[in-house]
């Protein structure tokens, strides 16, 4: 993973024994849509949102070096843009790795071929500790370089923006369902982030 220059960080060790999280933002900035994640984690800091004892960073993709944050985390919560089919701007929250469900910035990249597929093989081979995997992913429905993110996205993000303390308290619940089977929720869908 190539982490933006604009790193940011608000962590602070965990309260009590309160699973250390790690929430990346991945995508591209500059792309309209692709940018949810990123935006997302800026909006968290910005936000203050460090107080929830966790990681906040943004990141362009999965490479190797999410090992190293893969040893500092029990739960690594990715936010990114996907492209499934589901209508634009609905919210996914899956458990990694998941058929058929991969985020822009985890996928492989043209140039590198490197997807999260691969770092988590190369952390089995190396015998390293995983954590336990979320994606926070929006259907999008415009990635078009320089365009702003369409209104059903923006709408989509401003509501995880908003929930962020209950993802942050389904993340840290191993017997949350969204640890069993994927979560979707239309634009409409009110139920978001819905419940253990």
Known sequence: MVETQRQ??????CRGDAPRLVVIGCGNALAGDDSFGVEFVRRLSA??????????????N???????????????????AVNTGWPAGTLHLVPL??????????????GHGWSLGETLRLAETL??????????GVEL??????SPRSRVVESAL????????LLVALARNPDASVW????????????????P
Not at 158 to 165: G, I, N, S, T
């Open 47 to 60: 936000a203050a949102h460090g107080e929830s004892d966790c990681t906040l960073r943004e990141a362009s």
């Open 8 to 13: 940011t960080a608000t962590a602070t060790a």
């Open 158 to 165: 401003e509501r995880a923006v908003r929930a962020f303390p």
């Open 141 to 146: 429905e415009d990635v078009a370089p320089g």
């Open 127 to 136: 015998g390293r500790r995983l954590p336990r995997l979320l994606l926070l």
């Open 97 to 110: 790795p998941w058929p058929g469900m991969e985020s822009r910035g985890l996928a492989a990249l043209s």
């Open 180 to 195: 069993r089977w994927p979560r979707h929720f239309l634009p409409e869908d009110d139920r978001f982030p819905g419940g």
């Open 62 to 80: 999965a490479g190797p070096e999410l090992l190293e944050t893969f040893q500092q985390a029990d739960v690594v919560l990715f936010a990114d």
